[in-house]
């Protein structure tokens, strides 16, 4: 992973002449940013932590499992965030870690977690750093240092039990390396969110991600069937079934808990077969609003595709997929249906999704669109860095609500960024369904004006207050982190906060697990 | 709701002479029990509260709305299990609340939570009264008196979002109330858990219900949305999407929590269109292992009915249906299989599963056993009352787990169950599906032998104690309440016991809820 931007260095890739003209006819983008810092270049403090302490973690993890070096421990700063990246960009290294350490079994993580409460190190979980929503930032003040913890080493394929479709796996594990696991017993977990090549499993767990396929095999929240958790008041070990009506469900609990509560060292996930075959297409819609009501009758009526997504015109128009759209009477709104299974299935799932469409106004646009999203699925934010060379910013932001709130969700968060932003160019697509509603996803991007980040905060603030005020949440896949810590206090309301603070103060009573993230 | 038993006096059911016989034959059964006790009869203790206490929670609801007769108070002692009955026979109304309150809207339940507290009052939420595992038998050691707060006045549907799917309802409706009224709608619920005359959808929601057809309509659980919650520290809002990656799902903190964290006093809920059609049948298959392989199938590769059991070969021979399947050679094991949908779904879902079912061994029994089922559904609990008069004891258990681990469970409860009781008559049936497990739900008859209290208690503690040692959950639906709360904190763990503290304490710091329930 690109230490100052997204992704793999060898898959960067360059601004077409194309995108640069209309950065600079339709959002009057003139100079490019400042040339960004080089690695040697990031500015980070001392390590804070005293020579005593690192070989003390050593004596847990072994000497070689201890990094400081200038390297490491901005490897292991922040996010992915686009504030991320222009910190970085700035030379800014202010929140690394002071040390990193590589546990490999959940016992050693037991034995950190005593270690750091009793001399007061924060705890950073570190999984596969992709966090946007500022998750790894810890708020060092009070503490003696933070380290941190990197769970790369757990990263196994532990229990495979085929009766039951879980198996047993390593929070460490990246999702392709699992996929790949997985894939030699012929299962799949069906998660693809965009931070796919980098993301592990336990991050997934943490901030409830959710992937492209949802529709088809539900978010990871609904995979996870069990988990172990070592926290600094010992180990939770939840899940004896895949529904219980014994007391609350604690895995619940767990999950979106962004490594403020202990750190996950162990998932039982539901696991699918490997489709046969895959077939992604697209569909037309006069209107975003027409698009949705189609949206709505698939996830309530059915029949459900695997994959369903639904962009606005401005999207429809800007992103992959418009050349085709334009030559079928006019841009009106992209949809992406994708249908996965065993042979012979997917047909017969566009043959009866399609009958649907089409008596909802849909006009088929084949199958290119569809290769077309296939293929730039997880592209999108490796054309951020570049973008942020040239002088605009671009970042994502995401919501959900109940169907009948959509619109007015909508409106907010489109009213609030032109507000802060003058005329930034924001896109928008419907990125899961649910029987009741649906999330938005929003594109923004901006002429570079001032200092990018203020500027970015400035329009960050205005947007998180839209959604509290529009009845949505403040985020449907990205997680709380920082970022979202005071509009999700907002959405909690105060008692729900007292509820998050109590188990904080009993499982972590000094407070030193992320701290500064998730709760108010 | 008869006092002393279950359901509508009305519909009594006396033993057949056949039952009779059985019980001598099989179990032993010689003397009829004590008669039991009269309503008058029964022992109450005289009124705890002060008349300056009953006049401030007159204060709260009117003086109409605070009950203190004889009738009332024993109406609102206890649930239905089986040891709540012999000790209503035996005329024990040692649990019974102090007095019943009727608030009528969420301030008067915040009002008289706070009441409560500071005169440290014990309010147990009473809902339909149909707990099975003691929990509405608050523990009123160090309270000044106990009071049941009964929710019937929170009885109305306050809206339907009918573009969302999804209705705010009183959690004090009695679940036929509610299709009732969702029925003017063409809304549904599909939830017909066997307590459905009687069980309110509060109290669905605070123990976690799984309906019939949760199969096709989900838990409970599932189509909670959103909730309000009065705990005596203010007020909980949660839902505002389907799904959310804002933190934990608090919502399922709520679920579950059985009335100890605060009181539901409004519901969102996912409602479905009600089926225009329904179909049930029967099924045979060789042996309960072939059977439970076929549902495994149906759960992870489809087609899923909307209703789908599995009878053991003992509950086949001696529940409804044995006709059926005895005729079609050999007992075998009886399943059901019930399709609900649009006008031509039903059949259509019959056939594919049909093909399904046939493939892997299964012999159909036609429409039959699918009525029988139909007409029987709701009738199993009127039948206790007449065998517990009889001198027969009968209760049913329930639990799940993964489907790996679902024959080491089956074998685990049943041993403990012969090993307690000598020779009991043991039924089986796979209650509940998902892809990754299912539920087991066991009944039991024996011979009264001694106290038949104290005989059943041992029973229950051999047989949570096996659960817990089989990797089993200690309820997969009936909830934890007294009876499972020693297995429940097995179950859990200390440090999730913790957790549920934790948020106790912050919530109610009194502990005024519910006391002695759910949390160890």
Redesign the interface.
Known sequence: MLWSGWGDPAKARDLPPKVHELLRDLLGVRDPAAPAASLESVRLAPVALSPAHLEALAGVVGRERVLTSHEARIQHTRGKSTPDLLRMRAGDGSDAPDAVVLPGSHDEVVTLLGLCASERIAVVPFGGGTSVVGGLAADRSGFTGVVALDLSRFDRLVAV?A????VTIGPGLRAPDAERLLGEHGLTLGHFPQSYEFATLGGFAA????GQASAGYG?F?DMV?GLTVA?P??????G???????????R???????GVFGIITSLRL?VR?VPEERMYEGWRFASFQEGTAAL?ALA??GPLPTVLRLSDETETMIGPGRAETAGSGGPGCLMIAGYEGPAGTPQAMAKDTGDALARMGGVPLGAEPGRAWEHGRFSAPYLRDSLLAAGATVETLE???????LPRLYDAVRLALHGALGSPLVMCHVS?V??????LYFTVVTAQRGDPLEQWERAKEAVNTAIVEA??????????GRD?RAA?AR??????V??????K???DPQGILNPGV?IP
């Open positions: 039990d009766e039951s479709m879980v901030a409830r991600s959710s978010r929240d069937v926290t008041t010992g180990t939770l070990d939840l004896r079934a895949p529904k219980s009506a014994a007391g609350p469900d604690l619940q609990l767990v999950l979106g808990s962004e539901r077969r709505r309530q009526d919501t959900a609500g109940f169907w009948s709130g899961h649910y029987e009741t509603g649906a999330s009845g949505g949440t403040i985020s449907h896949h990205h997680g709380v979202h999700y959405e909690l309301g105060p008692v729900g007292e509820v998050l603070r109590a188990v103060e009993r499982l998730l």
